[in-house]
Structures are given as structure tokens and as C-alpha cells.
């Protein structure tokens, strides 16, 4: 089992930057995959950011390529996404999650995460 704790988000406007962390523990001795999902209101779960086990290999849909960044110290057991140039559209709950198996091709689907952190808000004001 893998615990996650979620913190940053909040308001802010557009054009502004935020980070989110989300912090690891449990079974964290074996490599885990994290990414990171939004979703707005009436709107389904969606991928925003992906990171492997030891941060070699990095994953991003067009929406926020160039805009957000994954990260991690696996020292600290914690992934951050760093998030700049925010857009209204960006506004939604804010998840982590973490696998131990996950795959290139499966990384953007939420079904393949067992582990969830308890989300956070981020609200972009235009």
C-alpha cells in the first residue's frame, strides 16, 4: 500500500504559477510510477502529467505540454507538478496518483492507479 498527501493548489489568476505537491508513504521502497489528473465539474478524469519511478521519463498531454512540469525527489518520497502560464480551463480537483505497474502506453489511464491522494482545488480566475 502507498499513501498519498496532497498539498498547494488554491486561486489565482491567469498567468500565474503553482505547485503541487503530492507526498508518499507506505510501500515506497519499491519503484512506483506518480501521475498527476484533473477534473472539472461535469467533466471526466483527465491525465495532465506523468512521471517513472526514478524521474528518467516524463509524459504530458498537449493541453499543458510546456506549461506544467513533473518532478520528484525520491528522497523525500514527494512528485510535484509545477504549473505556470495557468488558464482559467485549467480550474478543476487536482489528483495524484501512484502504481508500481503501470506502462508507457496505460500511464494516462486512472483505472491503472490503485493509489489516490484526497485531491486538491485549483481555481484560475480569468
Known amino acids: 500500500q502507498v499513501q498519498l498527501v496532497q498539498s498547494g493548489g488554491g486561486l489565482v489568476r491567469a498567468g500565474d504559477s503553482l505547485r503541487l505537491s503530492c507526498a508518499a508513504s507506505?510501500?515506497?521502497?519499491?519503484?512506483?510510477?506518480v501521475s498527476w489528473f484533473r477534473q472539472a465539474p461535469g467533466k471526466e478524469r483527465e491525465f495532465v502529467a506523468g512521471i517513472n519511478w526514478n524521474g528518467g521519463n516524463t509524459y504530458y498531454p498537449e493541453s499543458v505540454k510546456g506549461r506544467f512540469t513533473i518532478s520528484r525527489d525520491n528522497a523525500k518520497n514527494t512528485v510535484y507538478v509545477q504549473m505556470n502560464s495557468l488558464k482559467p480551463e485549467d480550474t478543476a480537483v487536482y489528483y495524484c496518483?501512484?502504481?508500481?505497474?503501470?506502462?508507457?502506453?496505460?500511464?494516462?489511464?486512472?483505472?491503472?492507479?490503485?493509489?489516490w491522494g484526497q485531491g486538491t482545488q485549483v481555481t484560475v480566475s480569468s
Open positions: 507506505g510501500r515506497t521502497d519499491s519503484g512506483y510510477a
Open positions: 496518483a501512484a502504481t508500481h505497474y503501470i506502462t508507457t502506453h496505460t500511464m494516462a489511464e486512472s483505472s491503472n492507479y490503485p493509489y
